[in-house]
């Protein structure tokens, strides 16, 4: 039913550039904001960033990504992205979206703790290496 497909992770170069996409089905991600996690092999999930929902006009970095990532959405094609630039071994992960499904609609909050998400997708891996 509802699902969230991530795309777009790969290898990458130090100082490469990677545009994650975060394409929903069977629900208009419009009405929900969207986080992005990632994971590294032996390390916690953390929060990367999140939209808000609708124009998302309210969005939050994490410290190491903040001036190098980037958050948008395209309502039209049910996506939200996220565009990394400067791409550092430490950005290595798999990267994950998720939405809260089935809670109030808000139009300008977005959330960085996981706990408050209930709907992820599969993830994207991200390798940056030389």
């Known amino acids: 039913q509802v699902q969230l497909v991530e795309s777009g992770g790969g290898l990458v170069q130090p100082g490469g550039s990677l545009r994650l996409s975060c394409t929903a089905s069977?629900?208009?991600?419009?009405?929900?904001?969207v986080g992005w996690f990632r994971q590294a092999p032996g390390k916690e999930r953390d929060a990367v960033a999140c939209v808000s929902a609708y124009d998302g006009t309210t969005t939050h970095y994490s410290d190491s990504v903040k001036g190098r990532f980037t958050v948008s959405r395209d309502n039209d094609k049910n996506t939200v992205s996220l565009q990394m630039n400067n791409l550092k071994p430490e950005d290595a992960a798999i990267y994950h979206c998720?939405?809260?499904?089935?809670?109030?609609?808000?139009?300008?909050?977005?959330?960085?703790?996981?706990?408050?998400?209930?709907?992820w997708g599969q993830g994207t891996q991200v390798t940056v290496s030389s």
């Open positions: 998720a939405i809260l499904y089935g809670g109030m609609y808000v139009r300008s909050y977005c959330g960085v703790r996981q706990d408050e998400y209930t709907h």
């Open positions: 069977g629900v208009n991600l419009k009405y929900y904001y």
